[in-house]
C-alpha cells in the first residue's frame, strides 16, 4: 500500500513499503521538489541513501573540493558522505528518493 502526504511548501510525498534481504522491510520516501537557486547549504551526512532525478534546471553536489552538476534527466546519488548542495541560477526541480 502507498501513502501519500503534501509538505508545507505543496510537494507531493509518497511513502511505500517494500522487501529486501529477505523480511526485513525498508522504507522509501519519494518526493518531488521545486528548488529556488542558492549558493549552497552546510556540509551534512544523511543516515539514508539518496538518490535524484534533474527534472528542470541544475542541481550540484558538493564532496570535498569537488563539484558536480547535473542537468534534467541526469541521475545523482549520495550515501553516507559528507556534501552538500548547490541550485543553479535557474533553480532546479528534482525527483529525490530516501532509502531507510
Same mark, same amino acid.
Given at each position: ?37 542558492? *549558493?549552497?547549504?552546510?556540509?551534512? $551526512?544523511?543516515? @539514508? /541513501? &539518496?538518490? #535524484? ?13 569537488? *563539484?558536480?552538476?547535473?542537468?534534467? $534527466?541526469?541521475? @545523482? /546519488? &549520495?550515501? #553516507? ?20
Amino acid at each position: 500500500m502507498v501513502e501519500t502526504s503534501h509538505t508545507q511548501d505543496g510537494n507531493k510525498r509518497w511513502i511505500e513499503p517494500s522487501s529486501s534481504a529477505g523480511s526485513n522491510p525498508t522504507a522509501i520516501r519519494r518526493s518531488r521538489r521545486r528548488l529556488r537557486a542558492t *549558493s549552497g547549504n552546510e556540509p551534512h $551526512g544523511h543516515d @539514508f /541513501a &539518496v538518490r #535524484g532525478l534533474v527534472l528542470e534546471g541544475a542541481f550540484m553536489v558538493v564532496q570535498g573540493n569537488q *563539484s558536480v552538476t547535473y542537468r534534467p $534527466g541526469q541521475v @545523482f /546519488a &549520495v550515501e #553516507g558522505v559528507a556534501h552538500s548542495e548547490e541550485i543553479g541560477p535557474e533553480g532546479a526541480c528534482v525527483l529525490v528518493g530516501r532509502k531507510y
